[in-house]
């Protein structure tokens, strides 16, 4: 069962993405030019999306890929093109509305069906990999680790995901966000330390047999995010 700080978090970022930030995300994630602290973003975020990629086979034909929190659509349409059924869900009514009207209407040899839902709820099923890209910063680690746990129950083979790491860089950045009016602002992204995280994740009695893997940090302006990998032994 979700935690209350979990449900009151995930409902704060379904009120910000679908009312207040849909069409910062719908240009964010276009080719549209942009401003020189943006463009780090969408830099930094293209070079996860393929750190994360590389960690998974290159063919994925048969595997059922779960993308939680797929956003605009990007890594469903990568996932489905090396031959995964993709299970793309987010919280945004818009932003899943807007993945629809980008995924491409042949996407051989695989699929992707965009859903609105919570990452967490049982009826999505089951699955062979789980992506979770920058849909996990928002919450503290106690709700990672678990929403890690509640997947893996789900998860035959593998889940990646990203953390906001503890970086001076990224402490100064929250504390200038932090001049701005609360209507203005997204969300706080909670930094943890991967020794942290791993240390939260070992308690979890859910992922006795799991183990960590891969970490890779991108530091791009003012995007700054760790991937993480939870492996089934």
């Excluded at 890929?65 to 890594?75: F, N, S, Y």
Aim: proline fraction near 5%; aromatic fraction near 6%.
């Amino acid at each position: 069962m979700a935690s209350a700080t979990y449900i009151a978090r995930r409902n704060e970022l379904e009120r910000y993405f679908d009312r207040t930030a849909v069409d910062a995300w719908k240009r964010l994630t276009s080719d549209a030019p942009l401003g020189s602290i943006r463009a780090t973003v969408r830099a930094g975020r293209d070079t996860m999306r393929e750190t994360l990629l590389s960690w998974l086979p290159d063919d994925l034909r048969g595997a059922r890929v779960l993308d939680a929190g797929c956003g605009t659509g990007a890594m469903a349409i990568s996932l489905a093109r090396r031959g995964a059924n993709v299970h793309a869900i987010d919280v945004s009514p818009s932003l899943i509305e807007l993945a629809r009207e980008r995924a491409p209407s042949e996407l051989y040899p695989g699929s992707a069906t965009f859903v609105v839902g919570d990452m967490l709820d049982p009826d999505h099923g089951r699955f062979d990999y789980v992506v979770a890209m920058d849909s996990l910063i928002h919450y503290d680690g106690s709700d990672i680790a678990r929403t890690i746990a509640v997947l893996a129950a789900r998860t035959r083979s593998s889940i990646v995901f990203t953390i906001a790491p503890r970086t001076f860089a990224l402490s100064v950045m929250h504390a200038a966000g932090r001049l701005f009016p609360r209507a203005n602002r997204a969300p706080a992204i909670l930094p943890i330390s991967q020794h942290a995280i791993e240390r939260r994740l070992a308690t979890q009695p859910g992922l006795k047999n799991w183990r960590i893997g891969r970490s890779s940090r991108v530091d791009s302006g003012f995007y700054i995010s760790q991937a993480l990998e939870v492996v089934c032994s």
